[in-house]
Nanobody, 119 residues
Framework: QVQLVESGGGLVQAGGSLRLSCAASGRAFSSYRLGWFRQAPGKEREFVAAISRSSDTTYADSVKGRFTISRDNAKKTTYLQMNSLKPEDTAVYYC?????????????WGQGIQVTVSS
């Protein structure tokens, strides 16, 4: 079982930056694939970014060039650096994890953290 705890959310003005952190329990963190998702009010949860066990990254087109996902295996933490924030980035952000060998949706999810971008 893996537990994930997000931190670093809050209120920021458009154009500002935030860094989300997601701390994980479990011994096999370095072998996990990790992801960030978000859900805005009245919308479906959507993919934001992912990082593989070898630190290959993928991004949604809407955040490419503005957001950066990273991982620190020694700290069992993944980060989402968000720059040039826009009001449309307002959402609850979730981190997710699963073993690199797993196929399909992530099995482990954090509780979510609010990010609000004011115009």
């Amino acid at each position: 079982q893996v537990q994930l705890v997000e931190s670093g959310g809050g209120l920021v003005q458009a154009g500002g930056s935030l860094r989300l952190s997601c701390a994980a329990s479990g011994r096999a963190f370095s072998s996990y694939r990790l992801g960030w998702f978000r859900q805005a009010p009245g919308k479906e949860r959507e993919f934001v970014a992912a990082i593989s066990r070898s630190s290959d990254t993928t991004y949604a087109d809407s955040v490419k060039g503005r957001f950066t996902i990273s991982r620190d295996n020694a700290k069992k933490t993944t980060y989402l650096q968000m720059n040039s924030l826009k009001p449309e980035d307002t959402a609850v952000y979730y981190c997710a994890a699963d073993s690199a060998q797993a196929v399909g949706p992530y099995r482990y999810w954090g509780q979510g953290i609010q990010v609000t971008v004011s115009s």
